[in-house]
């Protein structure tokens, strides 16, 4: 038996509870400082206030802003799981509402340098996930990283988020142009959406993302869709200052209205039938393999 075929039989093993996999959505940017983080901590209230139990995956190895955000420092990360012998419990931290979220810390950079048994292992533990959360968002870190790539690669939702500053929106393109590009990426796999962040106007939003699918399809021959936006605003400024999320500090806000908004069409969306698979143990089952 071969090490994708181990690897199919934990998510297999994992699935017969017959409970639906979580919504996995990821994260994403084609460079930082454009709101990534914030986007998934607001995310992640507006789809608590909606219903969903919502669990935050910080894969953003180094920054450590979805912490900040929540104002919650974890006790544990995903190398006290994988080496030091931690449940998926104890490395779930509890921010506002109680949304969890866990920190990747470095054990997403030992990903790796993982030996086959610490894989199965992980894979195994992170299957736990499914039966405690409706929805993962994992926020990965910015760029065209190979970490960055594999998660994406791996991912059945891709939410891409850019600003309309013309480096932004080269720097979008340039990373789904090596994610096109790439031999492995399955493009029937993975739905990528734009979210168009720190718009002046809806109009300008929309343009954002008419100006990325053009060139995707010119260019890629793709087509990925559109999430919405999030308006500039002087609340989501000030709730940043305070290290706050928006969604709660200011929820009347025009910009947690906009996040309310991205939050039910991406809900929405999960109704509707889809042509990929969800599961945060299929998605690291897919990392893991992209690697090897």
């Known amino acids: 038996m071969d090490q994708a075929e181990k690897l199919r039989n934990v998510v297999k093993l994992k699935n017969q509870n017959n409970k639906p996999d979580a919504r996995v959505i990821t994260i994403t ?8 983080s914030n986007v998934a901590v607001n ?7 909606l219903g969903k139990r919502v669990i935050v995956f910080d894969a953003d190895f180094g920054l450590a802003n979805v912490e900040v955000m929540f104002g919650a420092v974890p006790k544990y990360n995903l190398s006290d799981l994988i080496y030091h012998g931690k449940s998926i419990a104890d490395i779930i931290a509890e921010g506002p509402m109680g949304i969890g979220f866990i920190s990747g810390g470095t054990g997403i950079t030992a990903l790796n340098d993982l030996t086959q048994d610490q894989v199965f ?3 195994k533990c992170l299957g736990e996930l ?3 959360a409706d929805v993962i968002l994992i926020d990965t870190g910015a760029g065209i990283s190979s970490h960055v790539m594999e998660f994406v690669m791996a991912s059945p939702e891709v939410l891409l988020v850019s600003t309309p500053e013309p480096s932004s929106l080269t720097d979008s393109y340039s990373l789904l142009k090596a994610l096109y590009l790439n031999p492995r990426f399955d493009r029937q796999s993975t739905q990528i959406s734009v979210l168009a962040n720190r ?10 993302y008419d100006k990325l699918n053009s060139v995707v399809g010119q ?17 989501l400024e000030k709730a940043v200052r305070l290290q706050k999320t928006v969604s709660l500090n200011a929820p009347s806000s025009k910009s947690a209205r906009a ?7 991406l809900l929405d969306c999960g109704q509707k039938p889809v042509s990929v698979s969800f599961g945060i143990s299929k998605l690291f089952s897919d990392f893991w393999k992209q690697k090897n």
């Open 121 to 123: 292992y992980m894979v």
């Open 219 to 235: 260019f890629l021959q793709g087509e990925i869709g559109y999430a919405g936006m999030i308006p500039q605003d002087a609340a």
């Open 199 to 208: 718009a002046a106007s809806a109009d300008e939003g929309k343009a954002l």
């Open 43 to 49: 995310l992640a209230v507006q789809m608590k206030k």
């Open 29 to 36: 940017s084609g460079k930082g400082g454009v709101g990534k």
């Open 259 to 265: 996040f309310e908004a991205v939050a039910a069409e």
């Open 130 to 132: 499914d039966r405690l």
